[in-house]
């Protein structure tokens, strides 16, 4: 045990040389060994640290690896673990319904009509007329300048028959509709369409089969043939060739690369006999078209 230095600044004030020489033999300055001494516990100190940080590496590593395999020994046991039947139906449901579920989207044009020409026989019906019920029978010729946009010229002959309010007229005795009071007979017509097809779509068949199609809408100019019957009641019944237009919207359903098959409504619009009134007839039609 060191000795208690004496306190310099008490009442009774030595002198100053004393009190340092009392302080110097009380506390002696370090010598080289007590250095030397010092320095020894300071790295003393950090090896130890070292040490220690070592260990708590070494630890946490083992530590890891230990947690790491037993995941992979529970993973392999759950592998291992049979399934009960009803998990393994559930498994098989989700895999069928999975795929039955699957969306189909429109990745690319499988049809592609840019530059081809197209053939098309049509047949169709004009059922609007009141008395009159045309039959249509066509050949067209179109030509795809682009993918979306075609020309297309077309050629129908018309045969008639009468409808069942005709037939109902002529057959009432009070009534008695004569040939004379039906005054225009449409024969043939020819047109020259602008199509354009802004849609090309998939729909799903009975969920077994993709079909593809298109949609298109357009406008035509042509000439309409017409004739009437020759009497005194009549006297504008000669046969006349007269201006029409028409507004179509149809639907093209791709069969093959070559084929397909389209439906369509057609309203067309000419001058009736003697410019009395506007005559509207309606034709739904169905063609066969080769593509080339």
């Not at 004393?18 to 790295?43: E, I, R």
């Not at 319904?97 to 840019?114: A, F, L």
């Not at 369409?193 to 035509?220: C, D, E, R």
């Not at 029409?244 to 098959?261: P, Q, V, Y």
Request: glycine share 6%; charged share 20%; with cysteine.
């Amino acid at each position: 045990m060191r000795p208690r230095a004496i306190n310099c600044s008490s009442p009774l004030r030595p002198t100053k040389n004393l009190c340092m020489a009392t302080l110097y033999y009380l506390c002696p300055p370090l010598t080289t060994m007590d250095k030397t001494q010092t320095m020894s516990k300071h790295l003393c100190s950090l090896k130890t640290l070292s040490t220690r940080l070592a260990i708590g590496a070494l630890v946490l590593g083992l530590f890891t690896q230990t947690s790491l395999a037993q995941d992979a020994e529970m993973g392999e046991q759950d592998l291992d673990t049979p399934k009960t039947p009803e998990e393994q139906i559930a498994e098989d449901l989700a895999l069928f319904w999975g795929k039955k579920r699957e969306v189909k989207v429109v990745q690319r044009r499988s049809y592609v009509k840019d530059g081809k020409i197209d053939l098309t026989l049509n047949t169709g019906i004009i059922p609007n007329d009141d008395f009159l019920v045309y039959y249509l029978t066509g050949l067209r010729v179109g030509y795809h300048f682009a993918e979306s946009f075609s020309v297309e010229g077309s050629f129908n002959y018309a045969v008639d028959s009468l409808s069942g309010l005709s037939d109902y007229l002529r057959n009432q005795s009070s009534i008695g509709l004569k040939d004379a009071q039906i005054r225009e007979f449409i024969k043939f017509f020819y047109n020259v369409s602008v199509l354009w097809s802004p849609v090309y779509g998939k729909i799903s068949v009975l969920g077994q089969k993709l079909a593809h199609f298109n949609m298109y809408t357009g406008l035509g100019i042509g000439m309409m043939h017409t004739e009437g019957y020759e009497s005194p009641e009549n006297p504008d019944a000669q046969p006349q060739t007269k201006p029409s237009a028409n507004a179509i919207l149809g639907f093209r359903w791709h069969l093959t690369d070559m084929l397909s098959l389209r439906t369509e409504y057609r309203h067309f619009f000419f001058e009736k006999i003697a410019a009395s009134e506007l005559s509207t007839p309606i034709a739904l039609n169905v063609g066969l078209t080769a593509t080339f």
